[in-house]
């Protein structure tokens, strides 16, 4: 009688257990870019995806009007997600819910080469000015201040078989 009150109970247990959802949510700014997890299209930001274990995924944003984005996205597991934790958290009857949020902020795309230039421009001076990016104020200074040394024919070995006949050397 006692065995089967036991088994009875471990039975209600674990009808009544909860379970843990692990979600990923990604948002971007703007809102509308099409996502890809470990490259499986999942759909459009604001999204959320379910999964099942945790670690490092790919993720690409792509929107047109904006800069593509690729890069990684760590998912960490929560304390009471660990080994051993884990059978604990999965036998409480409750919904645990691991849920790891991404943001991407996107860039937009700029076709205007004077406009690119002029940026690239404005950045460099503002790392040149920049009191603590001294190696980077000398690596620039060096830049500029070395001159550029045109390349002749005859430091650019040439391979015998494109030379005429008669230049070729007999081996």
């Not at 404005?122 to 040394?149: D, F, G, L």
């Amino acid at each position: 009688m006692r065995l089967l009150s036991c088994i009875l109970v471990i039975g209600a247990i674990v009808a009544i257990s909860g379970c843990v959802r692990r979600t990923i949510e990604i948002t971007s700014e703007p809102e509308g870019a099409l996502v890809w997890l470990n490259d499986r299209e999942v759909g459009r930001t604001p999204c959320s995806i379910d999964f099942t274990y945790y670690g490092r995924y790919d993720v690409r944003l792509r929107r047109d009007g904006f800069e593509p984005i690729s890069g990684f996205g760590d998912a960490d597991e929560p304390a009471w997600d660990f080994i051993g934790a884990d059978l604990v958290a999965e036998i409480i009857p409750a919904q645990l819910t691991s849920r790891v949020k991404w943001h991407f902020t996107m860039i937009p795309t700029d076709s205007d080469e004077a406009a690119v230039l002029d940026r690239a421009r404005q950045m460099r001076t503002r790392i040149v000015q920049s009191p603590e990016n001294e190696e980077a104020q000398a690596e620039v200074m060096q830049m500029q201040n070395t001159p550029v040394a045109p390349v002749s024919k005859s430091v650019l070995p040439v391979p015998s078989s494109v030379l005429p006949a008669s230049e070729r050397s007999p081996n």
